[in-house]
Structure formats: C-alpha cells, structure tokens
C-alpha cells in the first residue's frame, strides 16, 4: 500500500514552499494545496499578450543564509543581481517572481 501524505501544507507562497522542500528533504511525504491556481503568493506575475510584470514582490533581498538556501535548489543563474541601492544584494527572477515558486515546487505534488 502506498504510503499516504505525512504533512499537508496550505500556501504555495515563500513560506509553504521553503516548508515543503525542507520537510521532503527530511524524507516526509509532503502535499501542497493552494487556493489560487499558480504558485507564489505574493510573488505574482501576469502575462498580457508577450509581456509581463510582477504586480506583488518584484525582487529579493535574501539573507546570506536564504541566498544559499536559494541557489542550491534553483538552476544555475536562475536568479539575476539587480540594481541595488544600499549594500545588501537584490535578485530578480527574469521569467516572473512566481517562476521561483513553480520551480521549487518542480518535485512536489501542488
């Protein structure tokens, strides 16, 4: 019989996503529900004809520790430095800020 879900996380934004990855990292059988029908939370993008644009968080300033975290479950070159305006480094993700999410999520059921 198959093992049935360990830990069912509501919220596919940063938080449920960092959740699951850590947890399935832990080898729990992890499900992710969202009430939207793309990932990201806040982290929105729209499409309009060929265009695009992030209409929630538009860039991150992460942590040493988050950036980390963040490079090692993301592909090479995945997150782009931006302009900065203080000393602490900003990223974007140039296909849409939701693209993060739907590629951490890449291996977990949403």
């Not at 509501?10 to 449920?16: F, K, L, S």
């Not at 806040?42 to 975290?69: C, N, V, Y």
């Not at 602490?88 to 140039?94: F, G, L, N, P, Q």
Request: net charge positive.
């Amino acid at each position: 019989m198959a093992r049935m879900t360990d830990v069912l996380i509501v919220g596919a934004g940063m938080a449920g996503t960092a959740a699951a990855l850590t947890l399935k990292s832990m080898n729990f059988k992890v499900q992710v529900i969202d009430k939207s029908r793309g990932f990201g939370g806040r982290m929105a993008t729209r499409r309009i004809s060929e265009s695009s644009f992030d209409h929630g968080a538009q860039f991150i300033k992460p942590s040493p520790l988050f950036l980390d975290w963040l490079e090692a479950h993301l592909p090479s070159g995945f997150l782009k430095e931006w302009i900065s305006v203080d000393s602490k480094k900003t990223y974007i993700v140039s296909r849409g800020m939701n693209t993060l999410a739907k590629e951490l999520l890449d291996h977990v059921p949403v």
